[in-house]
């Protein structure tokens, strides 16, 4: 996996999500092929639960959903990451933040076996 992928997933699981933001955007600016949506929606996740977190709903839906637009593309698994449980929770997470009800926890990052297959569209 990409060292900076892998330190945005990591800095991720410990929500730090302003600074796992900063780390792929690192990764993302450079990239121009298919890999760079998939950067821009753990981005977009990212962005979401920090904006929840601080107190704007408002904002944490809009950027979950651009994530999840833009995940949908790199099912089931895509570089390791376990695309597919990432879009499913994030999910979870915006039908609740939207029916204001609490989110309990914020879900992971999953990285996926290294037997399991990437797909991009």
């Given at each position: 996996?990409?060292?900076?992928?892998?330190q945005?997933?990591?800095?991720f699981?410990r929500?730090?999500?302003?600074?796992?933001?900063?780390?792929?955007e690192?990764a993302?600016?450079?990239?121009?092929g298919?890999?760079?949506?998939?950067l821009?929606?753990?981005?977009?996740?990212?962005?979401?639960?920090?904006?929840?977190?601080?107190?704007n709903?408002v904002?944490?839906?809009r950027q979950?959903?651009?994530?999840?637009?833009?995940?949908a593309e790199?099912?089931p698994?895509y570089?390791g990451v376990?695309?597919?449980?990432?879009?499913?929770?994030?999910?979870?997470?915006?039908?609740?933040?939207?029916?204001?009800?609490?989110?309990?926890a914020?879900p992971?990052?999953?990285?996926?076996?290294?037997?399991?297959?990437?797909?991009h569209?």
């Amino acid at each position: 996996m990409d060292p900076l992928l892998r330190q945005g997933v990591d800095l991720f699981n410990r929500g730090e999500y302003f600074e796992c933001h900063e780390v792929l955007e690192l990764a993302w600016t450079p990239e121009r092929g298919p890999r760079r949506q998939f950067l821009q929606g753990l981005i977009h996740v990212a962005v979401g639960f920090y904006h929840h977190r601080r107190g704007n709903p408002v904002g944490a839906c809009r950027q979950l959903r651009k994530a999840l637009r833009k995940l949908a593309e790199y099912l089931p698994v895509y570089e390791g990451v376990d695309t597919a449980r990432l879009h499913g929770d994030a999910a979870a997470v915006l039908a609740l933040i939207e029916s204001g009800r609490a989110v309990g926890a914020y879900p992971r990052v999953d990285l996926a076996p290294e037997r399991a297959v990437s797909f991009h569209a």
